[in-house]
């Protein structure tokens, strides 16, 4: 079974940047897609980008075009780097790893979780 660990949380103003990270052990993900996910405080989580076996990324209409997904497969490591930072983007960021080889946008489409990491961004 794959464990999921997050970092590159922390404390940015508004129009700053954070890079997360995502590393995977216990499997390679290189044969399936990864993605992640966001949950703030009285909301349910939601989807944000994911990045199929074959590269392929999808993103939220929320953070398209400030977000990137990308994937080192020597590191077995995922990143979500995200630009132009908004407090409404402050959430619990969660990786996961998806049922298939293309993920969809649905908590139900993924199966391994990481135990999240906290984004704040100040106004």
């Known amino acids: 079974q794959v464990q999921l660990v997050e970092s590159g949380g922390g404390l940015v103003q508004a129009g700053g940047s954070l890079r997360l990270s995502c590393a995977a052990a216990?499997?390679?993900?290189?044969?399936?897609?990864m993605g992640w996910f966001r949950q703030a405080p009285g909301k349910e989580r939601e989807f944000v980008a994911a990045?199929?076996?074959?590269?392929?990324?999808n993103y939220a209409d929320s953070v398209k075009g400030r977000f990137t997904i990308s994937r080192d497969i020597a590191k077995n490591t995922v990143y979500l780097q995200m630009n132009s930072l908004k407090p409404e983007d402050t959430a619990v960021y969660y990786c996961?790893?998806?049922?298939?080889?293309?993920?969809?946008?649905?908590?139900?489409?993924?199966?391994?979780w990481g135990q999240g990491t906290q984004v704040t961004v100040s106004s």
């Open positions: 990045i199929s076996s074959g590269g392929s990324k």
């Open positions: 216990g499997r390679t993900f290189s044969s399936y897609g």
């Open positions: 996961a790893t998806a049922k298939s080889v293309v993920p969809g946008t649905f908590i139900s489409d993924f199966r391994s």
